[in-house]
């Protein structure tokens, strides 16, 4: 622990999004060396959607995902490190392999409206004696009372930390705040913070996470991560040290890491209106090709097709959903700019 907060560095696995899984084992070794000598404590390893999602057919990865745990087993001895879990694309038997390799935590991550489906992967990781972060993804679909409802079930399960995941990177600052309130009046299980950045909120929002006396906050180098990225590890680290936390960082070499081994990964230039709209409709990048599918087959504009889309459901983008309002949009269509003008400017410069 970085005195009362603990920074968790997720470049390994959720900045692996932006180059499409392919981190290999080698930059694994290398970066997490870094990371720990320059004082985190905490670091994410692993392909982006967690374990088991290369042979769910959820994007290749440069490495198996034993390639990674024997990277960071073989060259971390101060840091811990763990990865990331979806029950359904990760099955028992993988939380098991990682325990042989001494993974220390682990994060298990559900949509929120399934989070039941969590806990047997949480007393699989508990047996092993895993740190567990509960993080239920999509965290503004479901009103705070309700959530916080949920909170005190994952403490039952046995979760050491209850992650508020801004999955889209839109939450408001106030009503980030409505969440942590209720469930620090419902139960007294810490609570994480993980955002995303379309909005250019995450920074903000982390910040107000201390103050509502968060745990853990998430943080990449450069940013880097799935759709608009993450808070940045350099900013925030800095800006908690001008706060006078005892972060226990050394925030210089952190930053010459990301500017060594990062920066010359980010090939985002500018804003992205879609990376924004994705935020402002809180709606899930990991359907963006259902939405370049329909987009392109009925020539809407794909913005105004993920607004439509998340009037309807926030959580998932079913393909009947998705094409139902493509055909809508179609019928009453008078955009200046074409659907291909803004296809081509999104999906030429992103990574699914």
């Known amino acids: 622990m970085q005195g009362q907060i603990t920074i968790l560095e997720t470049t390994l696995r959720d900045g692996s999004y932006a180059i499409n899984f392919q981190f290999t084992a080698r930059d694994t070794v290398v970066i ?140 408001l600052t106030s009503e980030m705040e409505r969440y942590f309130l209720a469930v620090q009046e419902k139960c007294d299980i810490k609570l994480g913070y993980h955002g995303h950045n379309n909005l250019e909120l995450a920074v903000a929002n982390s910040l107000k996470a201390l103050d509502l006396g968060v745990a853990m906050i998430d943080t990449s180098l450069q940013g880097m991560g799935r759709s608009a990225g993450n808070t940045p590890t350099e900013i925030f680290l800095v800006i908690m040290k001008r706060l006078g936390f005892e972060i226990g960082v050394d925030p ?43 987009s392109s087959k009925y020539n809407v504009d794909p913005r105004r097709l993920i607004i439509a889309v998340c009037e309807q459901d926030k959580v998932n983008a079913p393909r009947e959903l998705v094409e139902r309002m493509a055909q809508k949009l179609a019928s009453q269509k008078d955009e200046f700019f074409t659907a291909r003008f803004h296809l081509d400017c999104y999906y030429g410069a992103e990574q699914d």
């Open 252 to 294: 210089l070499r952190i930053m010459d890491i990301g500017e060594r081994y990062i920066k010359p990964l980010i090939r985002r230039l500018g804003y992205n209106s879609v990376d924004i709209i994705t935020g402002y409709a809180q709606f899930h990048s990991s359907y963006m090709r259902i939405i370049r599918e329909f």
């Open 32 to 171: 997490a060396g870094e990371l720990e000598k320059a004082g985190i404590e905490m670091i994410e390893v692993g392909h982006g959607v967690g374990l088991g999602a290369s042979e769910a057919g959820k994007g290749e990865a440069a490495a198996t995902d034993e390639d990674y745990l024997r990277a960071a087993a073989e060259t971390l001895t101060t840091a811990k490190w763990g990865m990331f879990c979806i029950p359904g694309i990760a099955k028992l038997e993988h939380i098991d392999m990682a325990a042989e390799y001494g993974m220390k935590f682990i994060r298990i991550g559900t949509n929120v409206t399934e989070m039941e489906e969590s806990e047997p992967f949480i007393a699989r990781a508990k047996k092993h004696e895993m740190f567990v972060c509960a993080n239920f993804m999509k965290s503004y679909s479901m009103e705070p009372k309700k959530f916080a409802e949920k909170a005190k079930l994952t403490q039952s399960f046995g979760s050491d930390v209850l992650y508020i995941v801004d999955s889209a990177g839109g939450m």
